[in-house]
């Protein structure tokens, strides 16, 4: 494989958005484990479950190898993460197997194969936390969110004092007063519980318009702040294998183009060290 294609393969396991799809991968593979392990599922259900685990895993098992390669050291990093190898095996590999040992009594060890699952999951997941994290770092999160949390306790307060008093209300404690704030500012609307007074309403009406105002900014919000990170680790990828590959023909570097990569080598060591 050539270079172009080389790095253009990083840039895309690199991305974000990668990351952010592999652990949603990973926490489907547990979820078809624990649906096989814990409901009774027909023939053509539990097909289905397969053809799904199957691709999950494949998907894993080609993370894992990019990952493998990408740290230098291939087999120290499969030793270090030994448990996911195991957790790659495919769930209907499991179920043949299992069958196959039924009569040995060896059902429970495979069935510690399936668990380890969770493992993997943990570990995606945690990668995923700290990806969220860094995103969140450049937003004002605490004050937004404490925003959204006064708007609705403020919602319920005003629309408990307004229809509970009324025998037709459907709301008669703050507890139902909360799921119709929170319903309402979150734009679901289940309508199990609707105010019947006019007053009730217009509080209706003002959570509407708020709820609808926050989770704009909200998203947006979000949205922006992953386009720039994403946006940062990208140019920061692309700068670091461009400085590769001018070290690896330094000798046919101008006196300029040295000039150039060492501020380019600078450049990248500011960058990591502001994103720490």
């Known amino acids: 494989m050539g270079d172009r294609p080389r790095r253009a393969l990083l840039d895309f396991y690199e991305h974000p958005v990668v990351e952010i799809v592999m652990a949603y991968v990973a926490l489907v593979s547990v979820i078809v484990i624990l649906a096989e392990l814990f409901i009774p599922l027909d023939p053509v259900t539990k097909r289905n479950l397969y053809i799904v685990d199957a691709v999950a895993v494949l998907l894993l098992a080609g993370d894992f190898i990019h990952r493998a390669r990408a740290s230098g050291d291939p087999i120290g990093y499969a030793r270090a993460n030994f448990y996911e190898i195991p957790a790659l095996i495919p769930a209907a590999a499991l179920a043949m197997v299992e069958t196959q040992l039924a009569g040995a009594g060896l059902v429970r060890l495979v069935r510690v ?139 046919k570097l101008s006196e300029e183009e040295v000039e150039e990569l060492i501020k380019d080598i600078r450049r990248l060591r500011e960058e990591r060290l502001s994103s720490r």
């Open 113 to 251: 194969f399936r668990v380890i699952r969770l493992f993997m999951f943990f570990s995606r997941g945690s990668r995923f936390l700290t990806l969220f994290k860094e995103v969140l770092r450049g937003v004002r999160f605490g004050e937004f969110g404490l925003v959204i949390v006064l708007t609705i306790l403020t919602g319920s307060f005003a629309v408990y004092l307004v229809e509970a008093p009324n025998p037709d209300s459907p709301i008669k404690s703050m507890a139902d007063a909360f799921w119709w704030a929170m319903a309402t500012a979150t734009t679901v609307g289940y309508g199990d519980i609707v105010p019947v007074t006019g007053l009730g309403r217009m509080i209706g009406v003002v959570m509407m318009i708020l709820g609808i105002s926050l989770l704009s900014v909200f998203i947006s919000t979000i949205g922006a702040a992953f386009y720039e990170y994403t946006l940062t680790l990208i140019q920061g990828g692309r700068l670091e294998a461009s400085i590769h590959d001018r070290i690896k023909s330094i000798h």
